[in-house]
Structure formats: C-alpha cells, structure tokens
C-alpha cells in the first residue's frame, strides 16, 4: 500500500495530510476517502480539469497518461510537467507526494 503526501493546501488542506492507498485507487478516490475535499466537477468522467493536481514525488509510479487527460491538462492552470487529473492517476506501488494548486478553472479568485 503506497502513502501519499498531500502537500498542505490554503483552501482545503492548511496542514497537509499522509494518507494510505491501494494500488489502483485514483489520487481523487483516495483523496476524498480521507476527507480532502478536493474539486471534481464532472464526478470523476475525465470531462473537466478542477481535480488537477501536481505530483512532486513518484510520477512515474503513477498509472499512464492518456490522451483525452492530456487535452484537459492543457486546460488546466498552473500547468507543469509532472501535472495530472486526480480521477484519472491510478496508483502504482511506490510511495507518491501531491500537491493541490490554489487556483482552477471553477476557483478564480483567491479567497480572503
């Protein structure tokens, strides 16, 4: 069972949290199960990029990257190499870090 690190998060994660899952699961199964209330606006069908996330550790342990979930990362704000969309990233067996940008397309505007 591999840990995921989530990075802390000013929105929905100000601590940060360790968590564990199955190989298999996706980073956004995973993150709800554990209370992290991370975007997801089209319920997990690869229709929309709000559950984009970072991976800061592991990448390639992750499940592979297709091309529908590449088109919707390039959508996605704060895009960056090692981008993924939560629902769509499956665990591998190694240990992965993840970190949950402040801004996505249904969030534009920092919260005070």
């Known amino acids: 069972m591999p840990n995921i690190f ?3 998060q000013k929105f ?3 601590k940060g949290l360790k968590v564990t899952g199955n190989t298999g699961d996706s980073i956004l199964d995973v993150a709800l199960k554990n209370n992290i209330k991370m975007e997801h ?3 997990k069908s690869c229709a929309c990029c709000t559950c984009h996330c970072i ?5 390639s342990s992750l499940s592979k990257c297709y091309e529908k979930e590449e088109d ?3 959508k996605a704000w704060g895009l960056e190499r090692n981008s993924r969309l939560g629902c769509q990233a499956r665990l591998g067996t190694k240990d992965i870090e993840v970190e949950i940008p402040l801004y ?3 969030r534009s505007s920092e919260k005070k």
């Open 41 to 43: 606006a089209c319920e």
């Open 104 to 106: 996505h397309v249904n």
């Open 6 to 8: 989530f990075y802390p």
């Open 72 to 74: 919707l990362l390039d």
């Open 55 to 59: 991976i800061r550790k592991g990448f």
């Open 12 to 14: 929905i994660l100000p």
